[in-house]
């Protein structure tokens, strides 16, 4: 069974997918006060912290995954 981390990983990581996201999780970690997190595009990186672990642990498909992803894509400069 993976961990709460591990499965927080694979649900953002299958969001970008769903995204078409050109960018990748290179860090994600759990603190007290929610999710650090990590992106990279080529040589451009991105972070964000404080996210709610509901919005990461609660599946790929989420609203709320879903507007991180947008977020990050809009970031990075991808539409």
Excluded: C
């Amino acid at each position: 069974m993976p961990s709460r981390e591990e499965s927080a990983a694979a649900n953002l990581r299958q969001a970008i997918r769903d995204a078409n996201g050109d960018f990748v999780v290179e860090w994600i970690e759990r603190a007290v006060d929610g999710y650090f997190l990590l992106f990279r595009n080529r040589q451009a990186v991105h972070r964000e912290s404080r996210i709610d672990a509901a919005v990461l642990e609660d599946g790929p498909a989420t609203e709320a995954i879903r507007t991180l992803v947008h977020k990050v894509k809009a970031v990075f400069g991808q539409t």
